[in-house]
C-alpha cells in the first residue's frame, strides 16, 4: 500500500489489506553490489543531464526538524533536561568566557518554536507541502523519562497537531530523535540498559494514546547508527559515553528490540482504529570505489552493510546482522535468539531514509569505509536500497546539505544541493524504477546543527537567532521549493527543446587554434652545401667544405608542416580558419631593429595556402600568454601594458603585419581573449588605447587596398543570478558582466566610456571600504578614438556561471564585486570541470545585441574538454551550443555570422579540447570533427520545413563573412583556360586553311 494511500483507510480500509501490506519484506542480501556496475554502465552524458519532468501525482512533499534543534525553551514549563542539553552545558562551561552577545549554548532557544507555534504554521503553509516531519521531546512530556504526564508538553504538541489538521498537512511524527531524558542517562546508563526498551515502548504508547488519531505516519527514532556509535562507543555525540566498540554493539542491539517492541505495539493495538503507518528513520552515506574492481566493489557494500545494513537487514530481512559484520566482528556483534528475531523481522511498513550532512561527510567512522570514498549520490542509495531489500517503498524523510552559518536570505548554494538531491530522486524513479513516495527537505527553518551548533544553516527560513522575536523569513529555497512543490516537478521548458534551421549561406563555419603549429625548418634545396653519400663506412651525407650551390628565393613548398595542417582543415569543411601571431617571436626586441622574417615569411605562405583552398583566414595580432603575457620580453620586463610604450609597439607591430600579411588576410583582430581580471585598470586602459589605433591605422592606410575587417575578440562567458527570487542577485550579475565584459565592450561597442555601473559601484566601494579602486577617465579625443573602432563584434564563450549577492565559500568569493561565484551541481561537467550549459551561449548573445545594437557577431572560439568519455561530451556540447547559436539567429534576431570550435588539435592545447587527437606525429580525426564537418554540410539542422539551401559559392552576400579572394582566382582561372581555348581553335582554323590553300 502506498503511504501517499493512507488517506484512504479512514475510509473502512479493510484490515486484510492492513495485513498485506504488514507482512515482512523478502529479499537477498547482497543484490545491490551490482549498483556500483550499474551506474558505471549508463549512457553518457545522456544519463547525466537534467532531468525535466514531473513526480507521480501521489507524490509527498514535505519539511522537517527536530525538537532540540528548533524548539528551544528546554527549561520551561515543566520540560526535563535531555542528554543534548546537559551535553552542550558541559561544553559551554568548559569553552572560553561567552560574550554577552553569544547564542546561548545547544538549543537552550535555537528558533524558539515552543513559543510560535503559528509562526511556524504559516511557514508551512506557504511552502505548500504535504506533510510536517517534527520530533516529540521525551523530556517535554515525560520530564525524568517517565510518569508523570507534563501538560504543558502534551497541550504545546496537541496545538501544533491541530493546526497541521486545519491546513491539510499531514504529520510525519518522530517519537526520538537522540534527546534522550538525561534522568534515564543517570539512573540506567541510557541505551546501554536493556531496561530502556520497555521504556521506550512505555513513552511511546503514551503518545500513540494522545496524539495517534491526529498521526498518519510515524518513526519510532532516528539515525541509530550515530545513536549508537557516536553516543556510545566514541561519544562524539550525547550522552558521550565512550564504551568502545562492544558497547556501541550493544546499544545497537537495544535499539532494534526497542523499536521492534513499539512496532508491534502500533501494529497490535493502535493500527486497527488509527490506520497510521510506522517505521523507522535509517541514515546512510554513499560510497565509490577507489578503483571498478571486485574487491573495491564488495568493499563498498561491506561499508554500507556497517552503517546502514547493521539496522535495515534486521528489519527488512531476515532479523539479523549483515553476514559481512558477523564474519568480520564475531564475539563483539551481540546474537538476537530466534524470538527476537522473528520480532525485528518486518517491522517497518515503508523505508524511511536520512540523506544529509549529518552523517555523510561528518560521522561515518573511517573504519567503516575501509579505504573507499564518499560521494554526494542519492540517487544510488536508492537504487541500492530498492535491489538490497526487495523493492520497498522508499521515503526520504530528510534531504537536504548545508551553507555556513554567515548566510542570510540568499542561499542559493542551498538551493543548487537540494535541487540536485531532488533531481537524484526523480531520476531514480523515472530511470531506475525505484519507488520513492516522498521527499522532505531538511529543515524548515534554521536551528541547532547539533555538533556544528550555528555554524552552518540547513533551513528554508531563515532565523535571526540574536533577535527575540525569532521572525521566519523565507530564503531563496523557500521560494524554491514552493514553485517545485507546485509544479510537482521540474516541467518540460520549451526554451530548452531544440529547433530546426539553417544559418545563411555565407555563414562562417570555422575552428580556432590558439598557437599555429609553426616549423620553419629549411627545406633541403634551401641549402647552400654540397654533400656527398659516404657508402662504405658511415653510410652518412658528407659535407664537402669549400664548396657551394648558388641559393635560390623561399619557396612556401620549403614549409613541409604546412600542407599537412592545411590538409586537416580541407577535411573539415571549414571556411574559416582563426589563429593568433606570435608577437615576441616576430619582433624579439618588441620593435623593427630585429624582424624575424623566416617566420613572417611561413606565415605568408600559410594564408596564401587557406585562401588556395578556399579558406579564409582570421588573423589575431595578439593573444596572452602565460609567458610574460605573450608579450616581447623586453616590453614585458618594462610594465607590459601599463606601460604606454606598449601601446606604440603595437601599433608599429600591426603597421608591420598588415604590409607583410594583409594582402592575403581579410579579416583581423587585434587583441584575443584580454584576461581583465589579470590587468590592472591601467593596463586595460593602455590596452584598449592600442586596439583603437591599430583599427585606426588600418582604416586609414590599408582597408581601401586590402578590403578588410578589423575588431576586438572578448571572451564574454554568461552569468546568471542564482536566485531570481531577489533582486539584488540580479544586480550582482549585471555589476560581473559590467566589469568583465563591459570593461572593454563599451568602450568600444557603446559609450566611449567605462560602464556607469563600474564607476558607481567602484565609488561606493571606495567612499565604503576606504579602497583605492581608481578607474581612469578618457580624454575627448581618445574618446573618439576608441568609440566605434570595430567592424564585428567577435566573442569567445566557454562558461556559464552563477552569482550571488552573499558570501558562502571564501575561496570562490569575488571581494571586490561583492559576488559568490559557483556552478550549479545538477549541470553537466566535463572532466576538468567545465560545465555544459548551452542555453548561457544564446543568453550572452542577446545580452550583446540588446546592449550594443544589431552589429555583427562571430562565435571566434567555444569549445569543451572530453579526455575521458570518447568524445561523447563533445558532440553533445556542438550539437546543442550550435543548436541555441541557431535559436539566437532565428528566434531572437541576432545578427549572428559565424561560429568558430575551440580548438584543431590537442598538440598545441593539452586540455585534450581539440577535434584532432594528435599523438607520434600523427593527427587523428576524432568522432566530433566528424560531427562537425556533419553540422557545417547541412549548414546546421535543416527540417522538412527547412530544406537544404543551394549555396552557390559566386555568391558573396556578406562581406564581413567571408573573402571573395579564392572565387575571383577560380574566375580568373576560368578566363585563362577559356581564353587558351579560344586561341587554340583559331590556330587549328587558321592552320587547316593554310594547309588547304597548299593543297590546291
Not at 546539505?401 to 531532488?422: P, T
Not at 540547513?458 to 523569513?473: I, T
Not at 550539437?879 to 541557431?886: D, K, R, S, V
Request: aromatic share 14%; with cysteine.
Amino acid at each position: 500500500m502506498p503511504l501517499a494511500a493512507a488517506a484512504a483507510a479512514t475510509s473502512g480500509l479493510p484490515l486484510l489489506a492492513l495485513a498485506l501490506f504488514c507482512r515482512p519484506l523478502l529479499g537477498e542480501p547482497g543484490e545491490g553490489k551490482g549498483t556500483w556496475s550499474r551506474f558505471a554502465r549508463l549512457p553518457y552524458p545522456d544519463d547525466g543531464l537534467f532531468l525535466y519532468d514531473r513526480f507521480p501525482e501521489t507524490f509527498l512533499w514535505g519539511a522537517g526538524s527536530a525538537a532540540h534543534q528548533v524548539e528551544g525553551a528546554w527549561n520551561q514549563d515543566g520540560k526535563g533536561p535531555s542528554v543534548w542539553d546537559a551535553f552542550a552545558h558541559r561544553a559551554a562551561a568548559a569553552a572560553e568566557p561567552q560574550t554577552p552577545s553569544a547564542r546561548a549554548p545547544a538549543g537552550d532557544v535555537a528558533a524558539d518554536s515552543y513559543h510560535h507555534v503559528e509562526r511556524d504554521l504559516e511557514a508551512l503553509s506557504l511552502l505548500g507541502v504535504s506533510h510536517y516531519r517534527f520530533s516529540l521531546a521525551w523530556a517535554r512530556l515525560l520530564p525524568n523519562g517517565t510518569a508523570p504526564l507534563n501538560p504543558a508538553g502534551l497541550r504545546y504538541y496537541a496545538r501544533l497537531l491541530a493546526g497541521l489538521q486545519q491546513r491539510g498537512v499531514k504529520p510525519v511524527v518522530t517519537l526520538y530523535h537522540w534527546d534522550l531524558p538525561q534522568h534515564l542517562q543517570e539512573l540506567y546508563g541510557g541505551w546501554q540498559n536493556p531496561a530502556l526498551v520497555e521504556l521506550f515502548r512505555d513513552y511511546a504508547e503514551l503518545c500513540f494514546r494522545h496524539f495517534g488519531d491526529h498521526v498518519r505516519y510515524w518513526l519510532t527514532m532516528d539515525s541509530p547508527y550515530l545513536l549508537a556509535w557516536h553516543g556510545y562507543a566514541t561519544g562524539r555525540l550525547p550522552p558521550g559515553v565512550q564504551g568502545g566498540r562492544e558497547v556501541g554493539y550493544q546499544v545497537a542491539h537495544n535499539l532494534l528490540k526497542a523499536h521492534a517492541k513499539v512496532w508491534h505495539l502500533y501494529n497490535d493495538h493502535f493500527r486497527p482504529t488509527q490506520r497510521g503507518q510506522i517505521s523507522i528513520a535509517l541514515s546512510s552515506h554513499w560510497i565509490k570505489p577507489r578503483r571498478m574492481t571486485e574487491n573495491d566493489i564488495q568493499e563498498c557494500q561491506k561499508s554500507l552493510d556497517f552503517v546502514l545494513g547493521w539496522f535495515a537487514k534486521p528489519i527488512f530481512i531476515d532479523g539479523d546482522y549483515p553476514q559481512s559484520m558477523k564474519s568480520n566482528l564475531s564475539s563483539m556483534l551481540p546474537e538476537f535468539t530466534e524470538a527476537e528475531k522473528k520480532l525485528i523481522r518486518g517491522t517497518a511498513d515503508f523505508f524511511a531514509l536520512c540523506f544529509g550532512p549529518t552523517l555523510s561527510y561528518d560521522l561515518v567512522d573511517p573504519d567503516m569505509k575501509f579505504q573507499q570514498s564518499e560521494g554526494l549520490n542519492l540517487r544510488q542509495i536508492l537504487y541500492w536500497i530498492s535491489s538490497e531489500y526487495n523493492k520497498p517503498q522508499i521515503f526520504v524523510v530528510e534531504g537536504s546539505w548545508f551553507v555556513s552559518g554567515r548566510v542570510e536570505r540568499h542561499d542559493s548554494k542551498y538551493v543548487n544541493y537540494l535541487k540536485y538531491l531532488i533531481t537524484d530522486t526523480l531520476k531514480a524513479i523515472r530511470y531506475d524504477g525505484v519507488t520513492v513516495i516522498g521527499y522532505t527537505a531538511w529543515s524548515l527553518m534554521d536551528g541547532f546543527e547539533w555538533l556544528k551548533g550555528y555554524n552552518i544553516r540547513r533551513g528554508l527560513f531563515y532565523v535571526d537567532f540574536r533577535s527575540h522575536e525569532k521572525k521566519l523569513l523565507p530564503k531563496s529555497s523557500a521560494f524554491f521549493y514552493q514553485k517545485l512543490i507546485l509544479k510537482n516537478g521540474f516541467p518540460p521548458v520549451p526554451e530548452n527543446e531544440p529547433v530546426e534551421g539553417t544559418f545563411p549561406c555565407n555563414f562562417a563555419w570555422g575552428v580556432t587554434e590558439n598557437r599555429l603549429q609553426t616549423d620553419t625548418t629549411q627545406s633541403q634545396f634551401r641549402d647552400s652545401n654540397i654533400y656527398v653519400w659516404d657508402v662504405h663506412q658511415t653510410k652518412k651525407l658528407i659535407k664537402v667544405d669549400g664548396v657551394s650551390a648558388l641559393k635560390r628565393k623561399p619557396h612556401c613548398v620549403d614549409f613541409a608542416a604546412i600542407r599537412r595542417q592545411i590538409s586537416l582543415l580541407q577535411d573539415m569543411h571549414i571556411t574559416h580558419f582563426h589563429f593568433s601571431l606570435m608577437w615576441h617571436l616576430i619582433l624579439p626586441q618588441g620593435n623593427g631593429t630585429e624582424i624575424n622574417h623566416t617566420l613572417l615569411f611561413y606565415y605568408q605562405c600559410f594564408v596564401s595556402e587557406l585562401l588556395r583552398v578556399n579558406i579564409t583566414p582570421v588573423v589575431t595580432l595578439w593573444q596572452p600568454l602565460a609567458e610574460h603575457q605573450g608579450l616581447p620580453l623586453s616590453l614585458a620586463q618594462h610594465g607590459g601594458w601599463e606601460n604606454p610604450r606598449t601601446v606604440k609597439a603595437f601599433v608599429e607591430y600591426a603597421r608591420l603585419c598588415f604590409k607583410k600579411l594583409g594582402q592575403h588576410v581579410k579579416f583581423w583582430i587585434t587583441m584575443d581573449e584580454p584576461k581583465v581580471e589579470k590587468l590592472t585598470y591601467k593596463a586595460v586602459h593602455n590596452l584598449l588605447r592600442a586596439h583603437a589605433k591599430a583599427w585606426h591605422l588600418y582604416d586609414k592606410q590599408f582597408r581601401k587596398t586590402q578590403k578588410g575587417k578589423i575588431s576586438i575578440a572578448l571572451q564574454a562567458d554568461w552569468v546568471e543570478p542564482a536566485s531570481s527570487f531577489f533582486q539584488t542577485d540580479e544586480n550582482t550579475a549585471r555589476r560581473v558582466l559590467e566589469f568583465y565584459i563591459g570593461l572593454l565592450a563599451e568602450p568600444i561597442f557603446g559609450s566611449g566610456d567605462y560602464p556607469d555601473v563600474m564607476r558607481q559601484w567602484l565609488h561606493q566601494r571606495n567612499m565604503v571600504d576606504l579602497h583605492d579602486f581608481q578607474l581612469p577617465y578618457f580624454s575627448e579625443v581618445e574618446r573618439q578614438l576608441i568609440r566605434g573602432s570595430f567592424d564585428f563584434f567577435a566573442l569567445s564563450h566557454y562558461n556559464t556561471m552563477l552569482v550571488d549577492s552573499e558570501i558562502q565559500d571564501s575561496a570562490t568569493y569575488d571581494y571586490r564585486l561583492h559576488a559568490q561565484r559557483y556552478i550549479d551541481i545538477t549541470w553537466l561537467k566535463s572532466a576538468r570541470r567545465t560545465p555544459v550549459v548551452p542555453w548561457g551561449l544564446r543568453k550572452i548573445l542577446s545580452w550583446v545585441k540588446n546592449r550594443y545594437g544589431d552589429i555583427p557577431i562571430y562565435i571566434i572560439a567555444s569549445g569543451i574538454d572530453d579526455d575521458q568519455n570518447q568524445d561523447k561530451l563533445r558532440i553533445y556540447y556542438l550539437e546543442n551550443y550550435i543548436n541555441e547559436a541557431l535559436k539566437a539567429y532565428t528566434l531572437d534576431n541576432v545578427n549572428l555570422c559565424g561560429y568558430f570550435v575551440y580548438s584543431l588539435s590537442d598538440r598545441s592545447d593539452s586540455r585534450s579540447y581539440g577535434l584532432y587527437h594528435y599523438a607520434l606525429n600523427k593527427y587523428e580525426a576524432k568522432a566530433s570533427m566528424q560531427h562537425y564537418r556533419q553540422i557545417i554540410d547541412n549548414n546546421t539542422f535543416p527540417g522538412p520545413e527547412n530544406p537544404d539551401l543551394l549555396c552557390l559559392e559566386e555568391l558573396d552576400l556578406c562581406p564581413e563573412c567571408g573573402s571573395s579572394q579564392p572565387r575571383r582566382s577560380l574566375l580568373a582561372f576560368i578566363a585563362f583556360i577559356s581564353f587558351a581555348v579560344i586561341v587554340t581553335v583559331f590556330l587549328i582554323v587558321n592552320d587547316s586553311r593554310r594547309i588547304n590553300r597548299r593543297s590546291k
